[in-house]
């Protein structure tokens, strides 16, 4: 009775061992993956850290310390006017800080709509923003402090040399709107309800011109109040016009439409972005000195969120806050010139399974012997094998030169290597 | 179809949307020209422009310009309709606008209308009718 039970046991561990020892290494290699990331890791820093370079969104204000909070943006000169009507107490008294930002262009009669939006032919006058702004006021404590007080005033300045156009999807969604307006176009006219009335209107209008026994005076009366009727006539028509618009298909379509356009672009871009701050110590005009600078070029290829997508940015900073290339401290920021530049690009395939991204960073002071230009590259790959299981490789060269590398599938690798037999794999 | 209350359609919109008006112009071969910009900035708009009820254009995406309607001459005693549908697009107002101009004639002509629609998405219909007399 105990044999056949002991040899059951023992066929059911020789299988459970065959497949065990089928599966182990499967098993190891994905407990590897699974558990070592952390270890892999270890050395290469991935973060990207081309964002230190990124232009400001309003140059002048991020020099001059104004909260963006703070920032007037008038949309048409005449709410530019009443700010700063406002700002100055009907023009009354000088404010201790304002600050504005405005698109000129944007200002006159003619508006952009949305299919301007679609080209590099208007990016420059689209995009152009100035943004200035002044403070007088003193040092920080004691701001209100007359005796103390100086005169800041900033300017910058935005435009996009290259714009690239909208990318297939967005286009797509943009004709499928048009559709539903010209819908939406054809169900207003109701043409054939109008014309008829039109044509009795105008042989009213016509007749009453050529009308030869009324006197002059009269005659003019007369078609006064033949444009007030008919202004009063239609307003009545255009209300029923109107009425039944938003219940339809096509107006509804359009709203779902326009409440979520996407604006994906795709081509080539680069955009230039500049500022300074000048500072009047002693409060008067003809006494200044460049207090800061800086200027921008940010360029690259977009290509929505799909494929290869790169970028990059020069800097130039005449004494910044902090100085990139000294990251301790050791020379003074007062006068110092700065060159930074950087790059990133992203391979994004496989249904974006597959990344693959680089980055690479170049900082220097101008006219300084004590700091030599340093740079720093990182290069970084995620493949995604299955929901929430990537395999990842990274490697890198920091600015002081040492080179690391990391990963989950580097340790992966070398697990397998060592498991598999003698042969080692670095 | 369903048919919305109009008031409660327009509870919340302001602004006109039709206008007409007449415009002089002199019997000569001088051309008329028409100039339409729908707006704000970064709506859509598509328009069409008829007279005495045959389409100049149709369909005509964005805004307009330097449009020939026709001469004095031709255009005396008829009428111009202009018909435009902005939908809000931009997300930073709900305003919609179009500003409308004639040349050519007597003396050069503009109109301005906005219409704020209500939720972002929405559209607005606009309509334009000018009667051209001569200048008798």
């Given at each position: 009775?105990?044999?056949?039970?002991t040899?059951?046991?023992?066929?059911?561990?020789?299988?459970?061992?065959?497949?065990?020892?089928k599966?182990?290494?499967?098993i190891?290699?994905?407990?590897?993956?699974?558990?070592?990331?952390?270890?892999g890791?270890?050395?290469?820093?991935?973060?990207?850290?081309?964002d230190?370079?990124?232009?400001?969104?309003s140059?002048?204000?991020?020099m001059?310390?104004?909260?963006?909070?703070?920032?007037?943006?008038?949309?048409?000169?005449?709410?530019f006017r009443?700010?700063?009507?406002?700002?100055?107490?009907?023009?009354?008294a000088?404010p201790?800080?304002?600050?504005?930002?405005?698109a000129?262009?944007?200002?006159?009669?003619?508006?952009?709509?949305?299919?301007?939006?679609d080209?590099?032919?208007?990016a420059?006058?689209?995009?152009?923003?100035?943004?200035?702004?002044?403070?007088h006021?003193?040092?920080?404590?004691?701001?209100?402090?007359?005796?103390?007080?100086?005169?800041?005033?900033a300017?910058?300045?935005?435009?996009?040399?290259?714009?690239?156009?909208w990318?297939?999807?967005?286009?797509?969604?943009?004709?499928?709107l048009?559709?539903?307006?010209?819908?939406?176009?054809?169900?207003?006219?109701?043409?054939?309800?109008y014309?008829?009335?039109?044509?009795?209107?105008?042989?009213?209008r016509?007749?009453?011109?050529?009308?030869?026994?009324?006197?002059r005076?009269?005659?003019?009366?007369?078609?006064?109040?033949?444009?007030?009727?008919?202004?009063?006539?239609?307003?009545?028509?255009?209300?029923?016009q109107?009425?039944?618009?938003p219940?339809?298909?096509?107006?509804?379509?359009?709203?779902?439409?326009?409440?979520?356009?996407?604006?994906?672009?795709?081509?080539?871009?680069?955009?230039?972005?500049?500022?300074?701050?000048?500072?009047f110590?002693?409060?008067r005009?003809?006494?200044?000195?460049?207090?800061?600078?800086?200027a921008?070029?940010?360029?690259?290829?977009?290509?929505g969120?799909?494929?290869?997508?790169?970028?990059?940015?020069?800097?130039?900073?005449?004494?910044?806050?902090?100085?990139?290339?000294?990251?301790d401290?050791?020379?003074?920021?007062?006068?110092?010139?700065?060159?930074?530049?950087?790059?990133?690009?992203?391979?994004?395939?496989l249904?974006?399974?597959?990344?693959?991204?680089?980055?690479?960073?170049?900082?220097?002071v101008?006219?300084?012997?004590?700091?030599?230009?340093?740079?720093?590259?990182?290069?970084?790959?995620?493949?995604?094998?299955?929901?929430?299981?990537?395999?990842?490789?990274?490697?890198g060269?920091?600015?002081?030169?040492?080179?690391?590398?990391?990963?989950?599938?580097v340790a992966?690798?070398?697990?397998?290597?060592?498991?598999?037999?003698e042969?080692?794999?670095? | 179809?369903?048919i919305?209350?109009?008031?409660?359609?327009?509870?919340d919109?302001?602004g006109?949307?039709?206008?007409?008006?007449?415009?002089?112009?002199d019997?000569?071969?001088?051309?008329?020209?028409m100039?339409l910009?729908?707006?704000?900035?970064?709506?859509?708009?598509?328009?069409?422009?008829?007279?005495?009820?045959?389409?100049?254009?149709s369909?005509?995406q964005g805004?307009?310009?330097?449009?020939?309607i026709?001469?004095?001459?031709?255009?005396?005693?008829?009428?111009?309709?202009v018909?435009?549908?902005?939908?809000?697009?931009?997300?930073?107002?709900?305003?919609?606008?179009?500003?409308?101009?004639?040349?050519g004639?007597?003396?050069?002509?503009?109109?301005?209308?906005?219409?704020?629609?209500?939720?972002?998405?929405?559209?607005a219909?606009?309509?334009?009718?000018?009667?051209?007399t001569?200048?008798?």
């Amino acid at each position: 009775m105990i044999l056949p039970l002991t040899r059951s046991l023992f066929s059911s561990l020789t299988f459970l061992n065959a497949i065990l020892m089928k599966r182990i290494p499967f098993i190891l290699a994905i407990l590897a993956v699974l558990c070592m990331d952390a270890k892999g890791q270890l050395n290469v820093d991935t973060t990207i850290t081309l964002d230190v370079l990124k232009s400001p969104v309003s140059p002048a204000f991020n020099m001059l310390g104004i909260s963006t909070s703070a920032i007037e943006r008038p949309s048409d000169l005449n709410s530019f006017r009443l700010s700063i009507q406002n700002a100055t107490n009907n023009l009354t008294a000088i404010p201790n800080s304002y600050a504005f930002e405005i698109a000129p262009f944007l200002f006159g009669a003619k508006k952009y709509t949305l299919k301007d939006f679609d080209s590099s032919k208007h990016a420059f006058l689209q995009s152009f923003t100035i943004s200035a702004g002044f403070t007088h006021m003193g040092p920080e404590g004691q701001e209100d402090v007359d005796s103390l007080k100086t005169t800041k005033v900033a300017i910058g300045i935005k435009f996009a040399i290259i714009r690239p156009g909208w990318s297939e999807n967005t286009r797509k969604v943009y004709l499928e709107l048009i559709k539903q307006q010209e819908a939406l176009l054809n169900a207003y006219e109701l043409p054939n309800m109008y014309s008829d009335s039109l044509q009795i209107l105008k042989d009213l209008r016509v007749a009453l011109a050529r009308d030869t026994t009324l006197p002059r005076e009269e005659k003019r009366e007369r078609m006064a109040k033949m444009v007030a009727d008919l202004q009063r006539m239609h307003n009545l028509v255009d209300s029923i016009q109107q009425e039944g618009l938003p219940g339809t298909e096509a107006y509804q379509r359009a709203k779902a439409i326009a409440a979520s356009f996407p604006t994906e672009r795709k081509g080539v871009f680069l955009d230039f972005t500049t500022g300074m701050v000048a500072d009047f110590p002693d409060n008067r005009f003809d006494n200044s000195l460049v207090n800061k600078a800086g200027a921008w070029l940010t360029g690259g290829y977009e290509n929505g969120n799909k494929g290869i997508t790169s970028m990059f940015i020069v800097r130039y900073l005449y004494h910044p806050e902090v100085i990139f290339a000294d990251p301790d401290g050791k020379i003074s920021a007062d006068h110092a010139s700065t060159f930074d530049a950087g790059a990133r690009f992203l391979l994004s395939t496989l249904n974006d399974k597959f990344t693959l991204s680089g980055e690479a960073l170049y900082r220097s002071v101008i006219g300084n012997s004590m700091l030599d230009p340093s740079w720093r590259l990182v290069l970084s790959t995620e493949y995604e094998v299955a929901k929430n299981r990537k395999v990842t490789f990274s490697f890198g060269r920091n600015f002081d030169g040492a080179i690391s590398k990391g990963g989950n599938l580097v340790a992966a690798i070398n697990f397998i290597a060592g498991f598999g037999g003698e042969r080692k794999v670095k | 179809m369903s048919i919305t209350p109009l008031k409660k359609v327009f509870a919340d919109t302001t602004g006109k949307t039709n206008h007409y008006d007449e415009y002089k112009v002199d019997l000569s071969d001088s051309p008329i020209v028409m100039n339409l910009f729908p707006g704000t900035t970064g709506q859509s708009a598509v328009s069409d422009v008829i007279i005495d009820s045959n389409k100049k254009g149709s369909n005509i995406q964005g805004s307009i310009t330097n449009f020939t309607i026709g001469t004095g001459n031709s255009l005396v005693n008829k009428f111009l309709e202009v018909y435009t549908i902005i939908t809000d697009v931009a997300t930073d107002s709900n305003l919609t606008s179009l500003d409308f101009s004639l040349t050519g004639g007597i003396a050069p002509y503009r109109y301005k209308m906005e219409r704020t629609v209500q939720e972002q998405g929405d559209s607005a219909a606009y309509k334009i009718t000018i009667f051209f007399t001569d200048f008798s």
